[in-house]
């Protein structure tokens, strides 16, 4: 379902089930827009119409016969005191589906549409009670898969992304008024300030978009978790290592080679992220399709993953297929390990990776260690801290870099002698850029990308 079909219409009743599908002792139905109040008044036996704001009440929810099909607490918000911004009701009834859906048709029946995906948070940003950065906060809140994820969208959400794109923007306007009066007034040789000084205040700026944009890193291992893939020659016990890491027997372990034929995934937590754990088929010179296809994947999973395990047996050393592999690896988003210490080997030759750990998967000796490492690589520069403000939406990261893009063609303008009017588009690119961030420079397509994103009911 796409979330706008139709114009918007200010103050339309539109009314969802705002809570998760499924069994639960209370389930919760949405009611907003300007009749809002006559439509919960049709079918609640209470005065609707004459509760204060902010106020519960309990009562019956009838059917257009006057049959009970439930009872519940309405909650009563007025106006620009709702999540909406219009006149909102929330009818608190038993959790059943069977019951919650009765109840949503009787609603739907009184009088309101039924809500699109995103619709009431739309609706937020429309009336003004968030800006679009803080709307997207509000869906990255709900779908947020570990603590620090929760604490960078509310962040967000608290509007301290947002007041950053604000003070880019206020950084820029001054130099941006400066341009515009030249193109006005050429010939009154206008000089509110040297051209040192407006690079100078937009070099600033400059660098500081540079600094948030580069918080993506940070932020997008927060919102969507680290790819991890385990690869190596077959038989070197990157099943075990699957089995070692999730605990539990997650991975099929035989010492025959080529056991794993296809990519096998499982997720994990680890230091407080969200891991995408993959076992690949092992990967040397085959003839069968199927294995051959196994490992087609296998090199697949390698280039699209955030982190690498790879592995090697330590009873064997290094064999051609393993020093091949070697090549083959990124060396700056890999970790090396030695598995099956736990057997008798000789010295181990050194590996030309910056991180080397040695284990045994099997008796589960040295994961602490890998741990430790795993989170080393993730965090570059160290995690970041809880009040950091972070990258962690796509959109956001390719709307700053637009902007600083513009900005520095902007600074290599004014350093050259370009014409104002030239300078003037650059200052206006960058400046809508950053607008689409926040939501004041936003076409109708970015809102339906955004917004049907959102489950119905938020």
Avoid at 97 to 122: K, M, N
Avoid at 253 to 272: F, Y
Wanted: hydrophobic residues 40%.
């Amino acid at each position: 379902m796409e979330f706008i079909h139709e114009p918007y219409q200010p103050g339309e009743t539109i009314a969802a089930v705002a809570t998760p599908p499924g069994e639960g002792g209370v389930a919760i139905i949405r009611i907003s827009g300007d009749h809002a109040f006559d439509v919960a008044s049709r079918i609640f036996t209470g005065p609707v119409q004459s509760y204060q704001s902010h106020s519960v009440h309990y009562g019956q929810v009838v059917n257009t016969l006057g049959q009970s099909i439930d009872h519940a607490l309405i909650l009563v918000m007025k106006g620009k005191r709702s999540y909406t911004g219009e006149n909102t009701v929330e009818i608190h009834c038993h959790g059943g589906s069977l019951i919650t859906r009765r109840v949503l048709d009787v609603v739907l029946q009184a009088g309101a549409r039924a809500a699109r995906p995103g619709e009431f948070t739309f609706k937020a940003f429309m009336n003004g009670k968030l800006d679009l950065a803080q709307a997207e906060a509000v869906q990255e809140l709900i779908c947020a898969k570990n603590e620090r994820a929760v604490d960078a969208a509310e962040n967000q959400l608290k509007g301290t992304l947002s007041k950053k794109i604000e003070d880019f923007q206020q950084g820029l306007t001054n130099a941006a008024a400066i341009l515009e009066a030249w193109i006005d007034f050429p010939e009154e040789g206008l000089e509110f300030a040297s051209v040192a000084d407006i690079c100078q205040d937009i070099e600033k700026v400059c660098l500081q978009m540079e600094q948030l944009a580069a918080t993506f890193h940070d932020g997008k291992i927060l919102h969507d978790g680290i790819a991890m893939c385990l690869i190596g020659c077959p038989n070197v016990g990157k099943s075990s290592l699957m089995n070692a890491l999730l605990d539990k027997d997650r991975a099929i372990v035989s010492h025959i080679p080529g056991t794993t034929r296809d990519i096998l995934e499982d997720q994990m937590r680890l230091n407080g992220l969200n891991f995408r754990l993959m076992d690949t088929a092992g990967i040397r010179q085959a003839e069968e399709s199927i294995e051959k296809e196994g490992i087609r994947r296998s090199h697949m999973a390698m280039k699209e993953a955030d982190l690498i395990l790879l592995v090697f047996d330590a009873s064997r050393g290094l064999h051609d297929e393993d020093r091949w592999l070697i090549e083959q690896v990124p060396a700056h988003k890999t970790i090396a390990i030695w598995n099956k210490t736990d057997l008798p080997h000789r010295d181990l030759p050194a590996l030309d990776f910056p991180r080397v750990v040695s284990i045994s998967a099997k008796n589960r000796l040295g994961l602490d260690r890998l741990r430790t490492q795993i989170d080393e690589v993730i965090w570059e520069k160290g995690p970041p801290s809880r009040e950091e403000i972070l990258i962690t939406n796509v959109r956001h990261k390719e709307a700053l870099q637009e902007a600083i893009k513009a900005a520095r063609r902007l600074l290599e303008g004014l350093n050259s002698e370009v014409s104002p009017e030239f300078l003037s588009m650059d200052m206006r690119q960058c400046l809508n850029e950053l607008g689409k961030i926040i939501g004041s420079n936003i076409t109708e397509d970015i809102l339906t990308a955004i917004f049907s994103k959102f489950c119905i009911g938020k």
